[in-house]
């Protein structure tokens, strides 16, 4: 193995961090991940099974200070982000920041100005789908005309019920550490809706509930298996009785700057799962299966032929390829100098969008997104 030359160190190691760490080494054997702080490292074992064994420490100020590591990969519980992008901030380290870089719209405040007098490339958000091929298709596809005028869209993603358990009973399941079921789920499908129309929403509507994991339900436990995916830190065995305050399905209507308007709708509790497209243009629409990698184009007039591609190998494991393709983009731009495909500014603007999603639900009310714009923009 080629001597190791870009030593990297995690702050908050559970099995989502563990399994980007083996799939980065993979792609870049020179990487050294050196140290670790976490009190409960649930993905340390992962790590140790493929011969990674970083240095435990106690407080991740402190090992920052004593390792000075090239890199910093952020894997904490979403409520110790910006304290622990604050501390690697700090440093003379690049970032890497699992989704969402921040839970609230007051900390993303906070963080977007910390970011202001930053690098654009030091911190790297982990919106995994931005590297999936499909994507970076249907992106140039629609900027490069291939539907006309972009119009509409509707989007999706269903989990299986064995993902929906899961987050019953991770400590995702509560706001005060996750902040919301879309933000901590589905923050990344909003980034890619935004980079898909090419501007900003601007007001968004939105429906949301706790309507399947609910005791009146829990016969449904007595035929499948809801603990298949392990838990870490603060987790829970109870499904149906869990003490989540989080919701288990949402939809929301958005209206973008430049007119499109579009739907998405998440459920933790579908089978077969699936994250899917419909994307319709003045000229043609698309039809886009994100776990499948298959994009169709169908012209708006009957006397041309439907396009179709394919990308992958139709495996769903990983995020469809996901993984390692965004392991491979990470490696190539700390040790190459190339551009990630989404900017922590992306980052920004997804979950602010989101978060303004489940004040329309809370409320009951559109949002109006202009003044959240404002102050973003004022950051600058």
């Known amino acids: 193995m080629a001597a190791a030359t870009f030593r990297i160190a995690c702050i908050g190691l559970g099995h989502r961090l563990a399994q980007i760490i083996v799939l ?6 020179q990487m050294a991940f ?3 702080a976490d009190p409960a490292p649930a993905g340390l074992p992962r790590l140790q099974r493929h011969g990674i064994d970083p240095r435990a420490h106690l407080d991740p100020a ?6 000075r590591p090239d890199a910093v990969m952020i894997g904490s519980p979403n409520h110790l ?6 501390l690697a901030l700090d440093s003379d380290a690049r970032i890497f920041c699992e989704k969402p870089l921040v839970r609230t719209e007051q900390e993303s405040f906070v963080i977007a100005e910390r970011l202001a007098g930053e690098a654009t490339d030091r911190v790297i958000v982990g919106l995994v789908l931005r590297s999936l091929p499909v994507i970076e298709r249907t992106l140039s596809l629609v900027r490069e005309g291939g539907l006309g005028t972009l119009v509409s869209f509707e ?3 269903h989990l299986h019920p064995e993902h929906g358990g899961f987050l019953r009973r991770d400590w995702r399941r509560k706001r005060r550490y996750a902040g919301s079921y879309l933000l901590d789920k589905c923050c990344h499908d909003i980034d890619l809706l935004n980079a898909l129309v090419g501007s900003r929403p601007c007001r968004v509507a939105s429906f949301g509930a706790n309507r399947i994991f609910t005791p009146e339900h829990a016969a449904l436990g007595d035929g499948g298996d809801y603990r298949q995916w392990p838990t870490g830190w603060s987790g829970s065995e109870r499904i149906f009785d869990s003490d989540a305050d989080t919701f288990d399905v949402q939809t929301l209507m958005l209206e973008y700057e430049s007119g499109v308007i579009g739907s998405f709708h998440s459920n933790s509790h579908v089978n077969p799962p699936r994250r899917s497209w419909l994307v319709a243009g003045t000229e043609a629409s698309l039809e886009v299966d994100l776990r499948r ?9 009957d006397v041309d032929p439907a396009e179709r591609q394919t990308f992958g190998d139709g495996d769903t494991r990983n995020h469809s390829g996901a993984d390692p393709a965004m392991a491979r983009d990470l490696a190539a731009a700390w040790l190459e100098g190339r551009t990630f495909p989404v900017s922590a500014r992306d ?3 997804a979950g602010l969008v989101v978060m303004a999603a489940d004040r329309a639900a809370a409320t009951g009310q559109v949002v109006d997104l202009g003044e ?3 102050r973003l923009d004022a950051s600058r």
Do not use: C, D, I, K
């Open 347 to 349: 980052a920004l603007t």
């Open 24 to 29: 980065l080494q993979r792609a870049a054997p």
């Open 293 to 301: 990698g298959r994009l169709e184009r169908f012209p708006a007039r």
């Open 34 to 36: 050196v140290a670790y």
């Open 372 to 374: 959240v714009w404002r």
């Open 155 to 157: 989007a999706n993603e």
């Open 81 to 86: 982000h910006l304290h622990h992008l604050e």
């Open 62 to 67: 402190a090992m920052l200070r004593s390792v």
